[in-house]
Each structure stands twice: as C-alpha cells, then as structure tokens.
C-alpha cells in the first residue's frame, strides 16, 4: 500500500493568514492526489482533486499543487469556517490510502 | 441531487458481524465509472479506506481488512452493503459511503453523513 505522509500534524494560524500543508507519497502516484476539508462531527468535504483541480463550490482561496510524491494544499487567506482537520489521499492504485490528517487550529 | 445515508447497528458485540448498508439517490450504480466506498473513522483518529464496489460489479478491499469484509449491491434499491465479520472493540467507528465517478481521477465527492458504531459486550 502507498503511505501517505502530512506535515505538519497540527498548526497553530490567525485568520488572514497564508497556511500550507504538505503531503508526502511513498511513492510516485503522479497527480492523483485529492485534499479533504474535515470539521468536527461532519463528514469529510472534498475540496481539491488530482492534485491542483478546485471542486465546484469550493472557495478560490484553496489551492493545490505538486506532482510525483509531494504536494501542497495551500489557504492564501485563513478565513475563520477554515479551522479544521485536512487530509490528503491518494487515488493512483488501489486501495486508496489517507495521511494522517493536520488540524488547524487558532 | 446527490444523497447517501448509512444505516446499522450502533452497538455490537465483540466476535459478532456488522452489516451496514449504504442507501443512496441522484446517481446509479449501473453507471459506467461510478463506484460506492466504504470509509471508517475511529474517534480521533484518521479516515481508513474499507472497500469498494464498482458500476461492474468489481470489488475492492483494504488489504488489512479483506478476509473480514464482503461489499455487494442491489442496483434495484440503489444499496450498497458491507459486512464484516468478527468485530473487535478496535473497530468502534464512524462508518461513512462515499461516492466516487473516477477511481483515479476524481476524489470520494459525495459522502454520507457517518454512523457511529460502537464495538463493546
């Protein structure tokens, strides 16, 4: 199975801040990368797929990138309904594997 | 639009056999790409891929978990199962489906709102 690693596991931001979340692969899984956005006692909320591709409804302020083994998920301006729990997962073979998660907190 | 919803038993006991079932609306399964997962979250814990079932009836499973575990469905009432057997108190979770249109190129977009089942004798 493909380990997915995130970095860094929790973070501390203000509101108006610039936050970026890194995603590791254990190994080459291309841009098959998706970013979820989690809040307490909610099911997850898909927020960016194959690496960089914004899904419908999502604000611009979320944005992703890389390629390969490590991407980026990046908040240009902390709003404060973005306090959450953020996983990456990758879908480039089965099964598909989580990281761990990183909580951002205020 | 786009529904799931799970539904099962809260609690089990130890040893005993969990069957959940996935009941959704706005899509089918008889859809070429479509496909329903099965994903847990113990309390605090990091989201944990189950399985999957495809629109041609392919099956997937967590490579921890796949002597545990059988998905099917029944296109007929839009449901999805899955059982797994001899639970353990490890496995208390929140068990959510999830669809997805692509395995490879689309994220697990529509999800269904959990239902927590707890593991204890």
């Known amino acids: 199975d493909i380990q997915m690693t995130q970095s860094p596991s929790s973070l501390s931001a203000s509101a108006g801040d610039r936050v970026t979340i890194t995603c590791r692969a254990s190994?080459?899984?291309?841009?098959?990368l998706n970013w979820y956005q989690q809040k307490p006692g909610k099911a997850p909320k898909l927020l960016i797929y194959?690496?960089?591709s914004l899904q419908s409804g999502v604000p611009s302020r979320f944005s992703g990138s890389g390629s390969g083994t490590d991407f980026t998920l990046t908040i240009s301006s902390l709003q404060p309904e973005d306090f959450a729990t953020y996983y990456c997962?990758?879908?480039?073979?089965?099964?598909?594997?989580f990281g761990q998660g990183t909580k951002v907190e205020i | 639009q786009v529904t799931l919803r799970e539904s099962g038993p809260a609690l089990v006991k130890p040893t005993q056999t969990l069957t959940l079932t996935c009941t959704f609306s706005?899509?089918?399964?008889?859809?070429?790409?479509?496909?329903v997962n099965w994903i847990r979250q113990p309390p605090g814990k990091a989201l944990e891929w189950l399985a999957r079932?495809?629109?041609?009836?392919?099956?997937y499973y967590s490579t921890s978990l796949k002597t545990r575990l059988i998905i099917s469905k029944d296109t007929s009432k839009n449901q999805v199962v899955l059982t797994m057997t001899n639970m353990d108190p490890v496995d208390t979770a929140t068990y959510y489906c999830?669809?997805?249109?692509?395995?490879?190129?689309?994220?697990?977009?529509?999800w269904g709102q959990g239902t927590l089942v707890t593991v204890s004798s």
């Open positions: 997962q990758q879908s480039y073979s089965a099964p598909p594997t």
């Open positions: 999830a669809r997805i249109t692509n395995p490879q190129s689309s994220g697990f977009d529509y």
């Open positions: 190994q080459s899984i291309s841009r098959y």
């Open positions: 194959a690496a960089s």
């Open positions: 079932i495809d629109w041609d009836d392919d099956k």
């Open positions: 706005g899509f089918s399964l008889t859809t070429s790409g479509m496909c």
